[in-house]
């Protein structure tokens, strides 16, 4: 179960997200909101990644108290994903991989399912936005994280990976992991049987169940 606790993030601007309390279970929750409502700031502090005030628990780990065990349990994927020019897929993969606990034979799947091919021996400055997405999602599914945080995990990529993306989310989601999404594909929830529907407006989460 994940937990938000007097969840605030404040903006230079004076906007500010508040959540007061709360919980999601096991499962997939999908966000939605306007461009600029705060959806993907809302994740990159879930995952660790931004500060704010109040917590957010994970299976009982709490991010303020036990930082390294929470963010070893979640995997995040933004929408937009840079990594150093220089360097290839093979080694931002191998580097994460040792840190998550990723294995060869993961790494493999992985690679196969959303069709890399020789591509992730080249330098990451020759990548298409396409190609910088796969690697995005590459890094989120390595190990055995407890929660996959994925900001706009369709765009960029073609129809065939967003078909197979689709099998492996679905796929981790049956071993028992969690998943925060957003996108902003029309048809986007009829692609899982989701549990709730997050509404990010004005600072607030509205959450409709399925």
Do not use: C, W
């Not at 500060?51 to 933004?78: A, C, Q, T, W």
């Not at 925060?180 to 899982?192: M, Q």
């Amino acid at each position: 179960m994940l937990e938000i606790q007097h969840f605030r993030k404040s903006y230079p601007t004076g906007f500010q997200i508040e959540i007061n309390s709360l919980k999601l279970d096991k499962g997939i929750h999908l966000i939605k909101g306007e461009n600029g409502s705060g959806k993907s700031t809302l994740l990159k502090a879930i995952a660790g990644i931004h500060d704010f005030e109040g917590d957010v628990i994970l299976d009982g780990i709490s991010l303020k108290k036990e930082p390294i065990s929470f963010r070893h349990k979640v995997n995040y994927s933004e929408a937009e994903p840079l990594f150093p020019d220089f360097l290839s897929m093979d080694e931002l993969i191998a580097f994460v991989a040792k840190t998550k606990g990723a294995d060869k034979t993961q790494i493999t799947s992985l690679k196969e399912i959303l069709a890399i091919g020789d591509f992730s021996k080249n330098a990451i400055a020759t990548y298409s936005s396409g190609m910088l997405k796969k690697t995005g999602l590459i890094l989120a599914f390595l190990g055995k994280p407890s929660m996959i945080i994925l900001d706009e995990p369709y765009t960029t990529i073609d129809l065939g990976t967003q078909k197979r993306l689709t099998e492996l989310i679905n796929r981790e989601l049956y071993k028992g992991v969690s998943f925060l999404l957003t996108s902003h594909i029309a048809d986007f929830e009829g692609f899982f049987d989701y549990n709730s529907v997050l509404n990010i407006s004005n600072g607030s989460l509205l959450q409709n169940h399925e």
